[in-house]
């Protein structure tokens, strides 16, 4: 088993797109390992146009979701996502998402390191895709 991993909305976009999702990370990942998302992620991919115009893409969302699990925003969460944005620039979902990775333990998988990479505390889950 990989262990945990915290998604990145980047992740599952990634799948969600893919036409053959046997070669996407998430579908790589959901072999092996425990994986989370952050309340944040989920509110992000909701908030998709295509998720709401389209049923059977709300519902592969769904479907999505089934195999992980939601980790809330505390109010330790909060606080240093405040402190992490403030001190790196970074967006404030950034912060939270990067703020739940560091607060579970849980390293972070993204395709967008460089919104990440300011942040020293932050682990990742390394990858390579073929």
Do not use: C
Not at 13 to 22: A, C, G, W
Not at 24 to 33: C, F, G, V
Not at 34 to 40: A, G, P, Q, R, V
Not at 102 to 127: C, D, G, Q, R
């Amino acid at each position: 088993m990989t262990g945990e991993v915290l998604l990145d909305t980047s992740v599952i976009i990634d799948f969600l797109r893919q036409k053959n999702k046997q070669d996407t990370l998430l579908y790589k990942l959901s072999i092996d390992s425990n994986l989370y998302i952050s309340i944040i992620t989920h509110a992000e991919l909701y908030a998709g146009k295509s998720v709401w115009a389209n049923k059977t893409a709300k519902k592969e969302l769904g479907i999505v979701f089934e195999g992980m699990s939601i980790l809330q925003i505390d109010n330790k969460i909060s606080e240093e996502a405040g402190k992490i944005r403030a001190k790196y620039d970074l967006d404030l979902i950034d912060a939270l998402i990067a703020t739940t990775s560091i607060s579970n333990e849980i390293p972070l998988a993204t395709f967008n390191f460089k919104h990440f990479k300011k942040v020293p505390s932050l682990k990742f889950y390394t990858f390579k895709l073929v």
